[in-house]
């Protein structure tokens, strides 16, 4: 293996094809390029590795011009979406566990109408911010076709 690419391609192509960043036709020069040559595509593999490593610990990216804001992003993302996925169950669970511990120990319908009152209310509150979180994700996901 050479220690450096024998044809000279530039480094920060891979860089920018890592991001997503190139025009079809330099990605496509790229994408054959790494085919068919070793050095770029273990560059390539190493780039990925540290850039995989930083998303999922979370590390603050480095203060350099190739790791722009949408890695970080698109990590932050995940983690929101992975937290609501864990939320949303975990909260309907005891809810529901709630509802039928309240029926069962309640007595008359004064006392639950004012347990199930509270109930729906929280419910309503969740919904309502369940509402929001979905709506910020869209305008985040509108954001990163913009970039
Ligand atoms: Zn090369």
């Known amino acids: 293996m050479t220690d450096r690419c024998p044809t000279g391609l530039n480094e920060k192509l891979i860089t920018a094809f890592l991001d997503g960043e190139l025009t079809q036709g330099d990605e496509q020069r790229?994408?054959?390029h790494l085919e068919s040559?070793?050095?770029?595509?273990?560059?390539?593999?190493?780039?990925?590795r540290i850039r995989d490593?930083?998303?999922?610990?979370?590390?603050?990216?480095?203060?350099?011009?190739?790791?722009?804001?949408?890695?970080?992003?698109?990590?932050s993302l995940a983690f929101r979406l992975l937290g609501w996925w864990l939320a949303i169950p975990w909260v309907i669970f005891v809810l529901a566990y709630a509802?039928?511990?309240?029926?069962?120990?309640?007595h008359g319908a004064a006392g639950r109408v004012l347990v199930f009152g509270g109930i729906?209310?929280?419910t309503l509150l969740l919904v309502s911010a369940l509402l929001d979180r979905l709506r910020d994700l869209k305008t985040d996901k509108y954001r990163g076709v913009n970039k």
């Open 99 to 106: 509802a039928r511990e309240a029926w069962l120990g309640s």
């Open 37 to 48: 040559c070793s050095y770029c595509r273990e560059l390539y593999t190493d780039l990925r």
């Open 53 to 75: 490593a930083a998303m999922s610990t979370r590390f603050p990216a480095p203060p350099d011009d190739q790791w722009d804001e949408r890695p970080r992003t698109r990590g």
């Open 30 to 32: 790229v994408r054959l």
């Open 120 to 122: 729906a209310a929280g």
